[in-house]
């Protein structure tokens, strides 16, 4: 708070939000990190090993925050946490996000709730290389065919024919989302489908102290973060 407050005087609100929101998003370590639980193996698989000579796929990510009312809607010691839990469970896969850059949405994007707002997010979203997230306060699915119903994570990609829209995907994440949203919302971004299995990080109903990907899962999203690499610009 010290730190923002004497930021605030030389550079400005938004600036000052934004070195912070940078410094905690890099320097942060979340008290459970050194947790030495091990993931257990429900579905009788064991979790593999990265194949030696592997190589490892690091994949940055563009971290956009929502703002609302002067205010940072996410807490971003739930992105380390969420970033920590995901390298966890891709590590056997040989890939790792890292944040690489932080910055700050204009306000209206608190709450994502419409087809248009999800549309709008895409303009942030320019393929450049890097994972987008978007970290928003509320999200909710809402369009004309069905009521609103309210989520906490979402793989967005574009579908249509408009060539400036083209390769435009990104993922959302809501503030009140657990730390394994963001790794199911890159299984989708690594082309994985959902799974019906409660200890799976692909099921939407998943329960339990520690939940995995599966060796074939592993596979395939190490051909979809490959995939993902050779589609940037």
């Given at each position: 708070m010290i730190l923002a407050s004497r930021l605030g005087r030389l550079v400005g609100p938004r600036l000052a939000a934004l070195a912070v929101l940078f410094v905690t998003a890099l320097s942060f370590t979340?008290?459970?990190?050194?947790?030495?639980?091990?993931v257990p193996d429900i579905r009788g698989e064991t979790q593999p090993q990265t194949r030696a000579g592997a190589r490892l796929v690091r994949l940055p990510l563009t971290v956009h925050v929502a703002t609302g009312a002067d205010k940072v809607v996410f807490d971003l010691r739930r992105l380390n946490r969420a970033v920590w839990r995901a390298n966890e469970a891709l590590r056997a896969s040989g890939i790792e996000v890292y944040v690489a850059r932080v910055e700050l949405l204009p306000e209206g994007f608190a709450a994502v709730r419409?087809?248009?707002?999800?549309?709008?997010?895409?303009?942030?979203?320019?393929?450049?290389?890097?994972?987008?997230?978007?970290?928003?306060?509320?999200?909710?699915?809402?369009?004309s065919r069905r009521a609103d119903r309210s989520v906490r994570g979402l793989h967005w990609r574009y579908r249509g024919l408009l060539g400036k829209m083209r390769n435009r995907e990104y993922l959302i994440v809501s503030n009140d989302a657990p730390?394994?949203?963001?790794v199911h919302e890159l299984g989708h971004l690594f082309g994985l489908e959902h799974d019906t299995s409660h200890q799976n990080l692909m099921c939407s109903c998943r329960q339990g102290p520690r939940q995995i990907f599966t060796l074939d899962q592993g596979r395939r999203m190490r051909s979809g973060a490959l995939a993902f690499v050779a589609r940037q610009p």
């Open positions: 979340p008290a459970f990190a050194a947790d030495r639980h091990v419409h087809r248009r707002d999800r549309r709008h997010l895409a303009k942030f979203a320019q393929p450049d290389g890097t994972v987008h997230v978007f970290l928003v306060g509320n999200l909710e699915l809402g369009g730390a394994t949203t963001f």
